[in-house]
C-alpha cells in the first residue's frame, strides 16, 4: 500500500456509521492527503465501548530506543504478521480500525509515476485493520501509534500495485476490534483481499507533496497512457 490516504467524511456521520460512544481525536477533517507521521482517528475497543484516539501512523514498538523507526512501520502484511516481533505481541490485545475514504497508489506510466485514487464506489468508509501500541520516550512523552495490515490486491487493482490494505466488513469490525472477548485465531481469517465495489482513476501530482491537503488531490484528470491499461 502506498504511503497516502484520506478522510473526507465529517465526524458526526462517522461517530453515526460506526456507533461510536467517545471521540476523542482532534484532528482536522475533511484532509485529502493523509502521510506517514500524521496523526489520524483511530477506532479502539476499551472497557466494552467504542472509543476513537488520535494516533500516528507509523507504528513505533515499546521497545524502541527512538520514535524513527516508525517510518518503517506504516504497513504489516498479513502473511507474516505473527513472524514479526513488533507485531506478534499486539495481535491478541491491541487491534484497531483506521477510517479511509480512500488511498493512492503510484504506478510508473510513460517513465513517470502516475498517482491513483482508489475508494468505495458507494462513498462509504474503508475501515482498515490495524494494530496500535504505546511508546514512551526518554523525556516521558507518551506516543499512540499504529500501523496499517496489508495483503494481496483484488484482481482489478492488481494492474496498479500488487499490494492493498486490508479492508474488513462492517459485520466483522466489533470481533477484530473487541480483543477482549475475541482471540487473534478467530478474527485471522477476517485478513483476506477486498473483494468488491472498489473503483480508481488517474489524480494529478499534487498529492506526491505532503503540503497540499485540498479536493484538487482527489479529482480525476486525463491521462492518455492509462487508457489500455486496465482493458
Known amino acids: 500500500m502506498g504511503g497516502r490516504n484520506t478522510l473526507t467524511k465529517n465526524i458526526k456521520s462517522i461517530i453515526k456509521d460506526f456507533s461510536i460512544d467517545s471521540w476523542g481525536s482532534k484532528q482536522i477533517i475533511p484532509h485529502y492527503n493523509i502521510y506517514p507521521s500524521s496523526y489520524t482517528p483511530v477506532l479502539i475497543s476499551k472497557n466494552k465501548t467504542r472509543v476513537v484516539k ?3 501512523w507509523g507504528l513505533i514498538p515499546s521497545w524502541a530506543s527512538n520514535s524513527s523507526i516508525g517510518n518503517q512501520m506504516i504497513n504489516a502484511r498479513s502473511e507474516s504478521i505473527l513472524d514479526k ?23 510508473t506510466l510513460n517513465k513517470k509515476k502516475q498517482p491513483f485514487y482508489i475508494t ?24 499512540h501509534s499504529y500501523t496499517i495490515i496489508t495483503g494481496k490486491a483484488q ?3 492488481e494492474r496498479i500495485h500488487h499490494r492493498m490494505p486490508i479492508i474488513l466488513k462492517r459485520k466483522n469490525i466489533e470481533k477484530w476490534i473487541n ?3 475475541y482471540s487473534f485465531p478467530t478474527v485471522q481469517k477476517f ?35 492509462t487508457i489500455n491499461l486496465f482493458k
Open 54 to 56: 488520535d494516533m500516528k
Open 85 to 107: 516481533p513488533s507485531f506478534q505481541n499486539l495481535v491478541n490485545k491491541n487491534r484497531c480500525i483506521i477510517f479511509s475514504s480512500g488511498y493512492f497508489e503510484w504506478k
Open 120 to 143: 468505495k464506489s458507494t462513498n462509504k468508509i474503508l475501515p482498515l485493520a490495524g494494530l496500535w501500541t504505546t511508546w514512551e520516550s526518554k523525556k516521558s512523552e507518551i506516543t
Open 155 to 157: 484482481s482489478n487493482l
Open 179 to 181: 480483543s477482549e472477548k
Open 191 to 225: 485478513l483476506k483481499p477486498h473483494s468488491s465495489d472498489l473503483i480508481f482513476h488517474n489524480v494529478s501530482a499534487l498529492v506526491n507533496s505532503a503540503r497540499n491537503n485540498s479536493k484538487k488531490c482527489i479529482l480525476k484528470i486525463d491521462n492518455p497512457y
